[in-house]
């Protein structure tokens, strides 16, 4: 069984040891590849003295996310891999958490990504959102099912964050990479939606756990609306939807909230609106034509540059 476990890395030297350490630990086999993004504390060196067994690649700029996790999803295709784990740097999981997942998989083929339960890093609760996620109407079935104790050994769940995932070969030669277009937040929730379009579903395997170790902190407003923004860019960019009455939903909700602020004299929420308005319409043309790559099998798999002269390439790619 060849399984690559991916974690993208920024100054995580906080977590990146309990993270390894617990990979390493696990009970089957596994390949374990880091990319970082300009770490400025010492996780570089904490990896490169504490586990020289890591292949690790040091990003000379900050890609983010997606098109790190990228690099790593191409260079484990291309060595045949069965199974990929996402791992976020600020996150571990217990010894037969990954190996558990595969045994649910293989009887369970249709689900394209599985995840464990994500509790936070004291293991006191669950994760705060992953508790969101496992609503009625998000996982039906494991509430009442858990209440009752008759917990099954999988459940179809709408999403779940990408902090700990194990996707299947056939899910990413089907779905592809992430897409480049997201730079910060939404990568995941597009490649469920993406997964969905191909047939595979999404499963919530709650005998196995994963720790998440951040803590719940109140959004800033300028947070909130850059999410609301991105999550309007999912929304258009969702192959399940149709784009152009997306685009007219969007536009009219957009007018009448610019002319509720000016009505009411918010000048400062006014400005904000607008300055996400401008965003997404002048995105517009990228969010069509990433729309067709994504529609085809294995999107941006064969355009995903792996050789390190070629990688910076990344920071300013643009969707043809």
């Known amino acids: 069984m060849?399984?690559?476990?991916?974690?993208?890395?920024?100054?995580?030297?906080?977590?990146?040891?309990?993270?390894?350490?617990?990979?390493?630990?696990s009970s089957?086999?596994?390949?374990?590849?880091?990319?970082?993004?300009?770490?400025?504390?010492?996780?570089?060196?904490?990896?490169?003295?504490?586990?020289?067994?890591?292949?690790?690649?040091?990003?000379?700029?900050?890609?983010?996310?997606?098109?790190?996790?990228?690099?790593?999803?191409?260079k484990a295709i291309e060595?045949?891999?069965?199974?990929?784990?996402?791992?976020?740097?600020d996150a571990w999981i217990e010894k037969d958490t990954i190996e558990g997942l595969i045994k649910i998989h293989l009887q369970n083929k249709q689900y394209g990504i599985v995840s464990p339960i994500h509790v936070?890093?004291?293991?006191?609760?669950?994760?705060?959102?992953?508790?969101?996620?496992c609503r009625e109407y998000r996982c039906p079935g494991?509430?009442?099912?858990?209440?009752?104790?008759?917990?099954?050994?999988?459940?179809?769940l709408y999403f779940v964050n990408a902090a700990m995932w194990l996707v299947s070969k056939e899910c990413m030669q089907k779905v592809g990479l992430f897409d480049p277009?997201?730079?910060?937040?939404?990568?995941?929730?597009?490649?469920?939606?993406?997964?969905?379009?191909?047939g595979f579903k999404l499963g919530l395997a709650p005998y196995f756990r994963g720790y998440h170790d951040r803590e719940k902190r109140p959004p800033s407003v300028k947070h909130n609306r850059l999410i609301a923004v991105?999550?309007?860019?999912?929304?258009?960019?969702?192959?399940?939807?149709?784009?152009?009455?997306?685009?007219?939903?969007?536009?009219?909700?957009?007018?009448?909230?610019?002319?509720?602020?000016?009505?009411?004299?918010?000048?400062?929420?006014?400005g904000a609106e607008l300055k996400g308005g401008r965003y997404i319409f002048s995105s517009l043309g990228k969010i069509r034509r990433t729309r067709k790559i994504c529609n085809k099998d294995g999107?941006?798999?064969?355009?995903?540059?792996?050789?390190?002269k070629l990688i910076k390439q990344l920071a300013d790619m643009e969707v043809n």
Request: charge should be negative; include cysteine; hydrophobic fraction near 40%.
């Open 120 to 133: 936070n890093g004291a293991g006191t609760a669950l994760d705060f959102n992953f508790s969101t996620y």
């Open 28 to 74: 089957i086999g596994v390949h374990i590849n880091i990319i970082d993004n300009v770490s400025t504390d010492q996780t570089v060196d904490i990896i490169q003295t504490k586990f020289p067994e890591v292949n690790l690649i040091c990003n000379e700029i900050d890609l983010g996310f997606a098109k790190s996790n990228n690099i790593l999803l191409r």
């Open 142 to 156: 494991f509430l009442s099912d858990l209440y009752l104790n008759t917990i099954k050994e999988i459940y179809d």
């Open 79 to 89: 060595e045949g891999v069965d199974y990929v784990f996402l791992l976020n740097q």
């Open 299 to 308: 999107a941006y798999i064969q355009i995903c540059p792996t050789n390190k």
């Open 230 to 270: 991105i999550k309007q860019i999912c929304i258009l960019k969702d192959l399940n939807n149709n784009f152009y009455k997306e685009v007219l939903i969007y536009t009219t909700t957009f007018v009448k909230t610019l002319a509720i602020y000016l009505i009411r004299g918010k000048f400062d929420s006014l």
């Open 2 to 25: 060849n399984v690559h476990v991916i974690i993208s890395t920024h100054n995580g030297a906080n977590w990146i040891e309990k993270c390894i350490n617990s990979v390493l630990n």
């Open 181 to 198: 277009l997201f730079n910060v937040y939404g990568e995941d929730v597009d490649y469920m939606n993406r997964s969905r379009l191909k």
